[in-house]
Antibody, heavy 119, light 108 residues
Framework: QVQLQESGPGLVKPSETLSLTCDVS?????????WGWIRQPPGKGLEWIGN???????YYNPSLRSRVTISQHTSKNQFSLRLTSVTAADTAVYYC????????????WGQGTLVTVSS | SYVLTQPPSVSVAPGKTAKITCGGD??????VHWYQQKPGQAPVLVMY???DRPSGIPERFSGSNSGNTATLTVSRVEAGDEADYFC???????????FGGGTKLTVL
């Protein structure tokens, strides 16, 4: 049973970089799946941030592309998110999840972590 | 870019049937997936490939996709079905993943 767990700072200052890590257990990230990040501002809907395939190929939301980097760390069975130049609009619960490669749906999610952007 | 449109809210009495729609241009050319999210919890997949149910999801949940509208149907609604529901597709022509805005299902 795959399990995902997000970790990282809960508070980030405006203009700084948000960095989160997703620890994956019960499944190797080097198999043929995508691994993705999704966020949800308080009281709002889900926003896809991006995915990384086991080959290292990435896909990003066009609205965030210029500020986002998703990387994989195979030795630790982790993948990570970097979001630069954050503002209050980036305050959200951030989820990591596994994406089925062919159909492109998320079958397993982490519990989510709240990141607040504030000085 | 491709847009998915959901009604903000749907209300239904216990034991009745709720239909949650997801509109998109020629959406029946895409595979639609649905997630249920209860307050304070991560989303849970309740339907994939338009009408396939993951293991553990009650048979009361069903899905369809035709024309410009995909529909998640919850039959014999229970209080525990009260949640936000989100539809999702992969925009294959743009390599982007898209969520609908979400529908809050209220059980009266």
């Amino acid at each position: 049973q795959v399990q995902l767990q997000e970790s990282g700072p809960g508070l980030v200052k405006p203009s700084e970089t948000l960095s989160l890590t997703c620890d994956v257990s019960g499944h190797s990230i080097t198999t043929a799946y995508y691994w993705g990040w999704i966020r949800q501002p308080p009281g709002k809907g889900l926003e896809w941030i991006g995915n990384i395939y086991h080959t290292g190929k990435t896909y990003y939301n066009p609205s965030l592309r210029s500020r986002v980097t998703i990387s994989q760390h195979t030795s630790k069975n982790q993948f990570s998110l970097r979001l630069t130049s954050v503002t209050a609009a980036d305050t959200a619960v951030y989820y990591c999840a596994r994406l089925i490669a062919v159909a492109r749906y998320f079958d397993n999610w982490g519990q989510g972590t709240l990141v607040t952007v504030s000085s | 870019s491709y847009v998915l449109t959901q009604p903000p809210s749907v209300s239904v009495a216990p034991g009745k049937t709720a239909k949650i729609t997801c509109g998109g241009d020629n959406i029946d050319s895409k595979s639609v997936h649905w997630y249920q999210q209860k307050p304070g919890q991560a989303p849970v997949l309740v339907m994939y490939y338009d009408s396939d149910r993951p293991s553990g999801i009650p048979e009361r949940f069903s899905g369809s996709n035709s024309g410009n509208t995909a529909t998640l149907t919850v039959s014999r609604v229970e209080a525990g079905d009260e949640a936000d529901y989100f539809c999702q597709v992969w925009g294959s022509d743009s390599d982007h993943l898209i969520f609908g805005g979400g529908t809050k299902l209220t059980v009266l």
